[in-house]
DNA sequence: TATTGTTATACTCTATAACTATA
DNA sequence: TATAGTTATAGAGTATAACAATA
């Protein structure tokens, strides 16, 4: 017979799925996912990792790759494959960079830079179209939320490791 | 020279990713399921797809293979390979339904059971440990704008290829 | 020795289609 | 004809290791 909860205990003993916070953020993450990439795939064929390659140095102007790969959260194997498939579709450029010849500066071409004044727009209204959901204050209370999940899975990488290990 | 925008207008001609929402929510749910990975992976040798179908068997009883699909949110197919996975390792029983024979009956083992009784205060407490960040007042609020992004999603599941098609 | 980037490998996930057996 | 489940296949994502060039 389980016992029944003191309301200021979390049971730990059981769990329904769709309550599981986990899961039901990896869940909302891909429907969006999905729902923008139906922007910018067919389109514009482009996948995730070169889509977010072409945002950052869309934004930012002319970077390094390796700072590429730190502001898309990709390691520099995916950031190297993105950027592969954008050089034979002549959309960004790399050169050398002078002052640490093993550094790789990549740079949006016309081409890079119309694709992604095509595409901004259209991911922006899908992330309008579910934000709409909310009014302005539950997005800033959403946005702040979501900030300091960010920070503090940051800030402890080994969440569960701790758990894992001892 | 990009215009000043009026206060009350959203700015859908710039992105910088990390203010991104679908990007921030991918993001955060990768991190999150890799924390909840990592205690469940290893130590028990699950992939998600099979810790998904002890969960909702451990808190549902038997279960239909269909119904487990809906409660996890996973196709036929993925369902269909975590039970063969599962059948291996003598963690469910599989029976035909005698009322509709092409309907497959799952069940946890004891074996099962035992998994899901070790995993779920584990993958209980990391969800806890990230939570800890919230007030029970936050807690309450994230819940409710999470599930109303669900709804959201739900609702209008073409939400991108709306903007996609015409 | 350490870092940047490339290439190779493998494993998982995802999506799709083809197939069976039942209804 | 439609549904439940299995099998096969291919594409994308993820992780790791080995390597070359440079610092």
Redesign the interface.
């Known amino acids: 017979m389980p016992q029944p909860l003191s309301e200021d205990r979390?049971?730990?003993?059981?769990?329904?799925?769709?309550r599981?916070?986990?899961?039901?953020?990896?869940?909302?993450?891909?429907?969006?996912?999905?729902?923008?990439?139906?922007?910018y795939a067919?389109?514009f064929q482009l996948s995730a990792p070169e889509w977010?390659t072409i945002?950052?140095l869309?934004?930012n102007g002319e970077m390094p790759a390796n700072m590429v790969g730190e502001?898309?959260?990709m390691d520099k194997v995916r950031v190297s494959r993105a950027v592969t498939r954008l050089l034979a579709a002549g959309r960004v450029t790399r050169r050398v960079d002078p002052t640490d010849r093993r550094r790789i500066i990549l740079q949006l071409t016309p081409v890079g830079l119309d694709v992604h004044?095509s595409v901004?727009?259209?991911?922006?209204?899908?992330?309008?179209?579910?934000?709409a959901?909310?009014t302005a204050e539950?997005r800033a209370?959403?946005d702040t939320?979501?900030g300091?999940?960010?920070d503090?899975?940051k800030r402890?990488?080994a969440?569960?490791?701790?758990?894992?290990d001892p």
């Not at 003993?13 to 769709?18: A, R």
């Not at 901004?120 to 934000?131: F, G, H, K, N, T």
């Not at 969440?159 to 894992?164: D, K, V």
């Open positions: 979390v049971d730990l003993e059981s769990l329904v799925l769709d599981y916070l986990p899961f039901r953020l990896s869940h909302l993450a891909n429907r969006v996912m999905r729902t923008v990439a139906g922007v067919q389109r977010r945002a950052v869309g934004s502001s898309t959260a004044r901004v727009p259209l991911v922006r209204a899908v992330e309008e179209s579910i934000l959901e909310f539950e209370m959403f939320l979501i300091r999940l960010e503090r899975l402890i990488p969440a569960g490791a701790q758990i894992l």
